[in-house]
Every structure is written in C-alpha cells, then in structure tokens.
C-alpha cells in the first residue's frame, strides 16, 4: 500500500497564502499590460499627484476605467493612493521599470507576454489532450512585443556589450563584412548593425511576412542600403560559405528541426566565420533551474509559446528551456568545435554564444 504524506495544517495555510499572492500577482500582470498599451503609465511619470479624472484627460482614456485601473494598482503597491485628496501617484523608483523612459528594464513589455498566451489557452489546452502544437499565427501581437522585448533586452546592448564579446568583430564589422540574421523578426538588432556599420552588408531571414515587412519600413526609414530581408524557411536554406557572420537571437530553441538549422548555419559561414547566438539562459536539467529568478516564467512561455510552436510544425519542441547543456551538444553536432559561452551583467535572461567551425 502506498503511504500517504502527514497532512501538515501550517505548511497548507502557508501554501493557501502564497496562492492568494499567485492570484493577485497574475491579475497585475494583466492590468501592467493595459497600463503599458494604454500609456497610462507613461502619462503617470509626468503627472504630480491627480485624480482619476485628470489622469483619464491626461491620457485620453476613460475615467470609469482608469478609475478601476488604478484600484488594482494601489491595492498591487504599485501606485500610491492619498484618500482624502482622491488622488494618485506613480513615485520615481516604480516609473523606473515601468515606463518607456525609464531605465532598459520596462518589465511592463515583458508582462504583456500573459495576455498573448491567455489568447491561446483553449488551444493549448487541446494539445494537452491530443498532443500538436499551436502554429505562430495564432500569437496576435507576438512579432510587436518581441520587437519591443528585443529593443530592451538584445538592441540596448548590442554595440557596447554583445558584439565587443568576440574580439575583433566590431573592427570587422567597420572594414566591411557579409552579415546574416536567422529568425530576425521585425529586424530591430539588424537595423541598428546596419546603421552602425555602413561598409558591412545585412541580410535577415524569417519564416514570418509580418514580421521582415517591419523590419523593411524600419530600414526605409533610415535610409539604409546595406540592409536586406528575405521571407525564409532556415530549415531549408544555406549559402556555401558566404557569410563572415551569423547571429540568431533568441530563434534557435523554437525551430522545428534546431539541428538542421544549426548545420544550415555552419554551412553558410566562411571557413573562419563566426556564428553568435543568443539563447536564453538555463539548464537543461530541471533541477538546476531552481535559482533562475525567471524560470517559472521562462516554463510557462515556452509550453504555451516557443515548443509548442516547433511542435505545430511537426518539430521537436525543444523549448525555452533547452538550456546550455543541450545547445553545447547540438553545436558540436551542427559542426561548431569552438563555443564560448558568455553572460552579461545587465541581463538575467541570456547567454551569449560565440561558436566557431
Ligand atoms: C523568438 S522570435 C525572435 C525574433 C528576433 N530575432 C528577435 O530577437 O526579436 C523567433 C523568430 O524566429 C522565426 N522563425 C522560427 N522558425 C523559423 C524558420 N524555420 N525559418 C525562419 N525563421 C524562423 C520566427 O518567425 C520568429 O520571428
């Protein structure tokens, strides 16, 4: 007979507490998305102490709603409510990380990740039951957040700290080199390379019209001549020995066939070419993932986004949290001897990848 646990009353009130917070903290995930699509947060920083109403004409929003809003931002501690006046303040130190001008660390883009993935609950709970997956173009709005993740997390950092990790590369880049982005999405990292480094040429692929027309009319915008996107399965593309180098942003783990993309790549490097990949940080064993501040998160996104869109393609499902040890494997497999892996001080969230043949 199995041997059932003691059922301890403390332990359960204690775990009863921390799913109230769980309850309340998912409810502020949503209304932290609405305050950042709406701009109310924005409209905040600027403001001294204001009621809802003057809020709502600062914003051009609905006071009814705004007034509700703010409810759950006082009683989330986010917002600071002075009941006698009615009125409401953001102080300085949430602005920071809540606001487009605050520092890079707007976690406000990062929350609206949860309402995209409560759009596909219903679909993913059918895999559940029938296995598959959910294919990209039930994700509204995915290629917009990630562009706007990617300013922040990838972009800000890119020329003083990513592209420095390769000694060497920024110079080559100023003389002039054959650049390909894989799974570029709107394109935001290649058009500030593209901007930075007019004697390099630029090429991005993605599987997604959507997102590469974003990156053309960013490209336009600026002018940039150096810089060209093709709609493309890397699954099923590689250039013998053309390009000095390849980066992919966070677009390896959610491939359908990763290995095949990652020979593709090696294939397409010249003999001495680098290939840079930024894959998000993690192990590929469970347990070795309890210290990662981000890594329920990082579970979540990648069962409700990054694998089961591999898996709508009939694809391995590697998932967001492939982690270093597995990338190592498929590297070496791929036909990169050389791999480096680098973290940045700034960003939890990340490993930097220097991978040579
Ligand atoms: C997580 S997004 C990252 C986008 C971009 N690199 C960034 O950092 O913002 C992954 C991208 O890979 C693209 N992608 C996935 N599989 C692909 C494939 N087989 N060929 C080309 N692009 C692919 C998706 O369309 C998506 O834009």
Redesign the pocket.
Known sequence: MTKLLAFNEIKAEAFADRLINVLNGGALTLMISLGHRSGLFDTLREMPAATSLEIAQAANLDERYVREWLGTMVTGNIVDYDSEEETYVLCPEHAAFLTRKGSPDNFAVVMQFIPMLGQVEDDILNCFHKGGGVP?EKFERF?DI??EE?DQT?VAGLLEYILPLKTGLVENLEKGIQVAD?????G??LNVMANRFSNSEFIG????EE?IHNGQVQAQAKGLNNLSFEQ????HWHANETFDLITA???IH???DPLA?LKNINRSLKPNGLFLMQDIHGSSHLEKNMENPIATFLYTISCMHCMTVSLAQGGEGLGTMWGEEQARDLLAEAGFGKVTVHRLPHDIQNSYYICKK
Do not use: E, K, N, P
């Open positions: 990209y290629h990630m562009a990617s990838v894989i799974g570029c999405g709107s935001r990292a692929f993605d599987l997604s997102a493309q399965d890397v699954t942003f966070d677009a959610d491939q359908a993309v």
